[in-house]
């Protein structure tokens, strides 16, 4: 049985209840605190005992109600999730700070013929320059699609225009197609000739991330054409720089 069991907030509310719960010794498969609310998931809880244990909660100073429902709200908002990434036509995942997959929707799966649980997306799709674009990303941590027609409908909208060079987009056909606009600069990915490179590499992901994210290679630039230090200083700011990345 799931109840749900409204209060005012106060220091210690949450542990008065949860203490009335473990004297009755009831199994608790699950847990949601969403102030003032605590919504607790009892699958040994009765009827009997729920008549009970109402009147108990109801002694306790600040409780305002006992409900009970049919899901807890985390419950809900998964299999409104798992409905939502099973309905997408397109591959989709999610990956944490470390750009490991935390879920996978069936697209995905089918395309990968294996679990991508615990992979890293660099791994999971052999291509190391996914590791740092997946530490920026997963920093959220956020879905990120991959390998898409949506994909290549952006590129190809985009004129191939600032587009990271991943082996993945290296078979769109509008690399054949686009030219660099006149007088401006353009990220073309690399052919099959040159070795691909992102930012920050070989650093680590979640290094090569923040050196992206905070520009230290254009400070660098910017130290030695902008205020005339010499390189050396400009290695030295950027060794700062990194040694306090690897702090965080």
């Known amino acids: 049985m799931r109840i749900h069991v409204s209060f005012i907030d106060?220091?210690?509310?949450?542990?008065?209840?949860?203490?009335?719960?473990?004297?009755?010794?009831?199994?608790?498969?699950?847990?949601?605190?969403?102030?003032?609310?605590?919504?607790?998931?009892?699958?040994?809880?009765?009827?009997?005992?729920?008549?009970?244990?109402?009147?108990?909660?109801?002694?306790?100073?600040?409780?305002?109600?006992?409900?009970?429902v049919d899901i807890l709200p985390g419950q809900r908002r998964r299999l409104q999730l798992d409905a939502l990434l099973a309905a997408m036509p397109d591959p989709v995942l999610a990956v944490d700070d470390r750009a490991t997959v935390l879920l996978a929707n069936p697209a995905l799966l089918d395309m990968c013929n294996r679990p991508p649980e615990g992979l890293s997306?660099?791994?999971?799709?052999?291509?190391?320059?996914?590791?740092?674009?997946?530490?920026?990303?997963?920093?959220?941590?956020?879905?990120?699609?991959?390998?898409?027609?949506?994909?290549?409908?952006?590129?190809?909208?985009?004129?191939?225009?600032?587009?990271?060079?991943?082996?993945?987009?290296?078979d769109f056909p509008v690399w054949a197609e686009a030219a660099p606009p006149k007088g401006t600069n353009y990220n073309f990915p690399p052919r099959r000739d040159v070795e691909v490179n992102v930012t920050g590499s070989p650093a680590p992901p979640k290094i090569g991330a923040q050196m992206y994210?905070?520009?230290?290679?254009?400070?660098?630039?910017?130290a030695c054409t902008q205020q005339k230090?010499?390189?050396?200083?400009?290695?030295?700011?950027?060794?700062q720089e990194i040694e306090g990345f690897m702090r965080s």
Not at 27 to 48: C, G, H, Q, R
Not at 133 to 160: E, F, N, Q, R, W
Not at 229 to 239: C, G, P, Q, V
Request: hydrophobic content about 50%; proline content about 5%; cysteine-free.
């Open 213 to 222: 994210a905070q520009g230290t290679i254009q400070k660098m630039i910017a």
């Open 229 to 239: 230090r010499s390189i050396n200083d400009a290695l030295a700011l950027a060794e």
């Open 121 to 170: 997306i660099a791994a999971l799709f052999a291509d190391d320059a996914l590791g740092v674009a997946g530490a920026m990303i997963g920093s959220s941590p956020a879905l990120y699609m991959v390998l898409t027609p949506d994909g290549k409908k952006l590129v190809t909208a985009g004129h191939g225009f600032d587009i990271p060079p991943f082996k993945s987009m290296m």
């Open 10 to 68: 106060r220091v210690g509310i949450t542990q008065e209840v949860l203490a009335l719960l473990g004297g009755r010794n009831l199994n608790l498969d699950a847990v949601e605190m969403v102030p003032p609310n605590v919504y607790i998931d009892a699958p040994t809880l009765s009827a009997a005992v729920l008549e009970e244990l109402r009147g108990a909660l109801l002694q306790v100073h600040g409780v305002q109600s006992v409900e009970v």
